[in-house]
């Protein structure tokens, strides 16, 4: 089989194709033939080597994946040759808290993951794609919208007529605005462009602050809510940009760190989220169970993934570097 692997520390360079034995599925395994994976800012960290947590190499790169299921090891009932699966991100998380062994199984990282053509998985982790989605669609799903599912429903127990606060537009905060607007929420969000601006308030955003314009967007946030803040912030940035967001969140109010575009370390203000009471909770994605419970809710509103560019397989080099500049809206996927 056909697979891209990290080979070395030179950053989207070090990516090369390789000629791989299609693997064989073991006992309570199912073999996926994938068809489209999508990519992540932690993908694009994996490649690049920030925070070297790309593994031992060479690695197969890339959490979020859909495909058909092809063939069934011993013991697998359920699933059936051609019936189309999305792959969770942490393939052993199927419910309950998170652990320090779901983490360590999560793709693409410590091991390997999908942007291959054949991967073999644990039965019992798989979902069944919504009839309405293409397969290109259903591989965004697993990394940024159970994220924002998590950090909004989970976490956030969001209700209708809150506001929350989306930072940019990659596929975390697009997903953020999708589903806060399906629950009756109302949306802020910040961008550096004025394209990018008209596109959020399209898609339901009540009011949009250019930072490139004026970076305060913390004090406009304010502004928004009459000085009392936002209910509710999806943190994507880091070190960088969550002091904005603690100034800019409401007392008693919830911030989901889900990011770190900005770094991995930096001074917090700790005593804005001591004085306001403020609840601060770091969303590692999700289990099964939500992302479940998510596709029902999608399903019912027919709720679609906005996909930025659709790369060709021997493409995927490109699709980091599209990464890599920012320019992209939604999620970049790559067809297999």
């Not at 989207?12 to 990519?39: F, H, W």
């Not at 250019?210 to 009459?226: F, H, K, M």
């Not at 993934?305 to 790559?334: N, Q, T, W």
Request: aromatic fraction near 6%; hydrophobic fraction near 45%; charge should be neutral.
């Amino acid at each position: 089989m056909k697979a891209w692997q990290i080979t070395g520390t030179e950053g989207i360079a070090s990516l090369k194709m390789a000629d791989l034995p299609v693997p064989e599925p073991k006992t309570g395994e199912v073999r996926v033939r994938l068809r489209a994976c999508s990519l992540n800012f932690r993908d694009y960290m994996n490649v690049t080597g920030i925070r070297g947590i790309t593994g031992p190499l060479p690695r197969i790169p890339c959490s979020d994946g859909a495909g058909e299921v092809e063939a069934v090891g011993p013991g697998v009932t359920g699933w059936q040759p051609g019936q189309r699966v999305v792959i969770p991100f942490m393939p052993t998380w199927l419910q309950g808290g998170l652990t320090q062994a779901h983490a360590a199984g999560a793709l693409g990282g410590a091991v390997d993951g999908l942007l291959r053509e054949y991967a073999c998985l644990p039965a019992e982790s798989l979902l069944a794609v919504p009839d309405y989605l293409s397969l290109e669609e259903a591989a965004t799903l697993p990394c940024a919208a159970v994220t924002a599912w998590d950090a909004l429903h989970v976490r956030g127990q969001l209700q209708a007529g809150e506001t929350v606060l989306i930072l940019g537009t990659g596929g975390v905060s697009i997903f953020a605005l999708q589903l806060a607007k399906l629950a009756g929420a109302r949306v802020l969000a910040t961008t550096r462009s004025e394209e990018k601006a008209a596109r959020l308030r399209d898609m339901g955003a009540e009011a949009v602050h250019v930072s490139q314009n004026d970076p305060a967007w913390d004090e406009w946030a304010l502004a928004q809510t009459g000085g009392l803040g936002v209910d509710k912030v999806v943190e994507i940035g880091g070190p960088d940009t969550l002091n904005r967001s603690i100034r800019a969140t409401r007392f008693g109010g919830h911030i989901a760190l889900i990011g770190v575009l900005t770094g991995t370390a930096g001074e917090v203000q700790t005593v804005g989220i001591l004085r306001k009471g403020i609840r601060l909770d770091g969303i590692y994605v999700g289990s099964r169970a939500m992302f479940a419970e998510m596709l029902q809710a999608m399903q019912a509103a027919r709720l679609r993934p906005v996909i930025d560019r659709v790369y060709a397989f021997e493409e995927a080099p490109e699709a980091f570097c599209h990464l890599e500049s920012g320019r992209h809206f939604g999620k970049i996927v790559i067809r297999v």
